[in-house]
């Protein structure tokens, strides 16, 4: 059985435990040498307090400050956590244990793990607060990390006119160091605090449109084990509606080492996600169709008719994609029946149609937003706004599919022109390792990953080489369209020729909806 590797470091604290078999061991505490810069020294003492013997096959590092999009390090970080971003010491974590290690944010950890327990949901629109020495924060709405910006909600970092959000609830400022004493003699000032507490979660939901706030880290720790009712307390002061949202939020309080827990999941998943295939310069798309033909000394009309032509040629061969098509699109909907979603994944362009898939399946064929989503390199935020600048496609998509909960009901299809993006082929691999259904839909079948269904496209060059938004895309945008209309037909949500589930949510859907009564 396999054995993966959790660790949470924090300024003072570096606790680590193994994760096997869905569980973590005993959990294991060091100093976490901030001050020396050694934190791969903290790593091997806490190490050598567990049993790792045979290895590990993953580490998950959960830590306080900004970890870049790919989790191989810390880009920002608080003064006295300026060790964090030292470089090499998780390569030297991947060398001494011979396994992948990924790093992540310790609010974000804290998240995957409430997934995974179902203490938030997918559909849920939630902020984490991790309250401890400061505030950390995720959120998460209709299943996505919500990162504005590709940052992570810095909240604590709020400053009004009175302090800052870190300050107004931090639980060393209430405790004096004895927190458990607090909530267990119940001074005045604890209830001031809590109304600081409450009025801080309330902004949250506001600044993200959110319904609930799920609290964790040490202050309900400390909480549950003085036997305080903190959830109860909270939710009593916070009962009124927010008059910007019109509707009360909901707190909820979990104990114990979330972050933790996250970690090794996320271990689990690095292990699973298998390892990045090399570009190729000899891929089809990366080669222009005519050579090299000067294209800025041709006519405007002349371009257009070498496009359609092009477009053509490839829609041709695209039919030898069809019972790949059809076998997909009939598979989805038998998982479907028995309470499956569908998952995209893709990087750049193939993420963006994607994304244009998803959303429109709900609206179409009454669907729930939860049933067909898609996970869009670089986060699902700024997709529409920004280009690829950060390697986004070379990340690995576990961290956002771990936010799932994947089972054997649900479908991943990957959309890599290329058949090469580390984005959409570690998901489909860790996907795979869920039992879920996965499906590749690429140019030609060039790829290393394993699917249950290869779809090559056959769109072959482009007329501008590597301009994977020409045939390519056409022709993902049509793979795309008819495996989902197959998937929706199949699953009943069609009669004759006509939606019949779809949601009225404008004139045009409604005059729709009367022509289908006639």
């Excluded at 910007?244 to 909901?250: A, D, F, M």
Aim: charged share 20%; net charge neutral.
């Amino acid at each position: 059985m396999n054995k993966y590797l959790a660790i949470d470091v924090g300024g003072t604290w570096l606790k680590a435990a193994v994760y096997m078999d869905g569980r973590l061991s005993r959990e294991v505490r060091v100093a976490s040498r901030m001050g020396e810069g050694d934190i791969s020294g903290a790593i091997r003492e806490a190490a050598g307090k567990l049993d790792l013997s045979g290895g590990v096959s993953g580490i998950g590092v959960a830590t306080a400050g900004i970890v870049d999009y790919a989790g191989t390090g810390v880009v920002r970080a608080a003064d006295h956590l300026k060790a964090l971003c030292l470089s090499g010491w998780r390569d030297a974590l991947e060398r001494d244990f011979s396994a992948p290690c990924m790093l992540i944010n310790d609010a974000d950890a804290a998240l995957i793990a409430a997934r995974r327990l179902e203490l938030v949901g997918g559909g849920d629109r939630t902020a984490l607060l991790a309250v401890g020495t400061g505030l950390g924060c995720a959120v998460i709405r209709k299943c996505h990390r919500v990162r504005p910006g590709r940052m992570l909600p810095l909240v604590g970092s709020i400053r009004p006119p009175e302090g800052g959000f870190d300050r107004a609830v931090s639980a060393v400022g209430l405790s004096g160091g004895d927190l458990c004493g607090v909530f267990r003699r119940n001074p005045p000032e604890l209830k001031t605090y809590l109304d600081r507490l409450i009025a801080v979660s309330r902004t949250v939901c506001i600044l993200y449109n959110l319904d609930s706030v799920l609290l964790t880290g040490g202050l309900c720790s400390a909480a549950a084990i003085a036997g305080f009712d903190l959830e109860g307390m909270l939710n009593a002061g916070c009962c009124d509606p927010v008059p910007e949202l019109g509707v009360p939020i909901r707190i909820k309080a979990a104990a114990g080492n979330l972050p933790l827990l996250g970690a090794g999941l996320l271990a689990e998943g690095a292990a699973w996600q298998g390892k990045k295939t090399p570009p190729s310069s000899r891929l089809a798309t990366e080669r222009p169709l005519f050579g090299d033909l000067e294209l800025t000394s041709i006519s405007p009309d002349r371009l257009a008719g070498m496009l359609n032509s092009a477009e053509n040629d490839a829609a041709g061969c695209f039919a030898a994609a069809l019972p790949g098509i059809a076998a997909a699109g009939g598979m989805i909907a038998e998982r479907m029946k028995r309470g499956g979603r569908i998952v995209y994944l893709g990087a750049g362009t193939s993420g963006r149609l994607a994304a244009v898939d998803a959303v429109e399946l709900p609206c179409t064929y009454g669907i729930s937003e939860e049933d067909a989503v898609a996970l869009v390199a670089g986060g699902n935020d700024d997709a529409a706004l920004t280009i690829e600048t950060d390697g986004e496609e070379d990340a690995s998509s576990v961290p956002e599919l771990l936010l799932l909960n994947l089972n054997e009901n649900d479908t991943v299809i990957g959309i890599s022109a290329s058949g090469r993006a580390f984005f959409v082929n570690s998901g489909l691999n860790y996907a795979a390792s869920r039992g879920a259904l996965t499906v590749l839909i690429s140019e030609s079948a060039g790829s290393t990953v394993v699917c249950d269904l290869n779809i090559p496209l056959g769109s072959g060059s482009e007329i501008v080489a590597g301009s994977t938004r020409m045939k390519a895309g056409t022709a993902t945008k049509k793979a795309l369209n008819f495996i989902s209309t197959i998937a929706m037909i199949k699953l009943g949500r069609t009669r004759k020729s006509r939606m019949v589930n779809m949601r009225m949510l404008n004139e045009k859907l409604r005059l729709r909806a009367g022509l289908m009564q006639k």
